[in-house]
């Protein structure tokens, strides 16, 4: 019997076409398993050429990965700076700048939010201002939801009006410094 015949037959490593994925739980897999294996040939082609490199990337869930080597901030700044010398005394090492990029990518994520949301409260009172004299309309013909809803909106404004002279207060103080 020949050996060729016993043995299982099996693809082995074949090509896949590439192509952009469609499911989400696939993007997701696919980026965590190729980003590993980018990261460790980039750290292979550092290590064999004596060279610096940095990847950074966004995940298909918005995470942010990066490498480099020495380091990212090293890197970037040689970059930005058009200098190649680098500080490997202070190199603060792959594995933990990546997390440190996450949490300042969350934060200002955070910050983001926190701005639309200001928008969108200054775009709803241009909307009210916009509509007329509503705080000049006679009170006498509204019911009572209506007064209450009508005081609710009167104290929403104060207190708007009071956040926004507080803001303007700091701003003006931290000006003068």
Aim: aromatic content about 8%; proline content about 1%; overall charge negative.
């Amino acid at each position: 019997m020949n050996m060729d015949n016993l043995r299982k037959k099996n693809t082995g490593r074949r090509k896949i076409e590439i192509k952009k994925l469609e499911k989400e739980t696939n993007k997701q897999v696919t980026f965590s398993k190729r980003r590993q294996g980018l990261f460790r040939k980039a750290s292979e082609l550092c290590t064999l050429c004596d060279v610096h490199a940095a990847i950074i990337v966004f995940s298909p869930a918005g995470k942010l990965h990066c490498f480099g080597e020495p380091n990212t901030d090293q890197i970037l700044n040689s970059y930005i700076n058009g200098t190649i010398e680098f500080d490997v005394s202070n190199s603060t090492g792959n594995s933990s700048t990546y997390k440190e990029y996450n949490k300042q990518y969350e934060e200002a994520l955070k910050v983001l939010e926190m701005e639309k949301q200001k928008l969108a409260d200054v775009e709803n009172l241009t909307k009210i201002w916009n509509m007329g004299n509503w705080w000049n309309e006679s009170i006498d013909e509204m019911n009572s939801d209506q007064l209450e809803e009508f005081m609710e909106s009167i104290s929403e404004l104060k207190r708007k009006l009071l956040e926004k002279a507080d803001e303007h207060a700091n701003t003006m103080m931290f000006s003068m410094l």
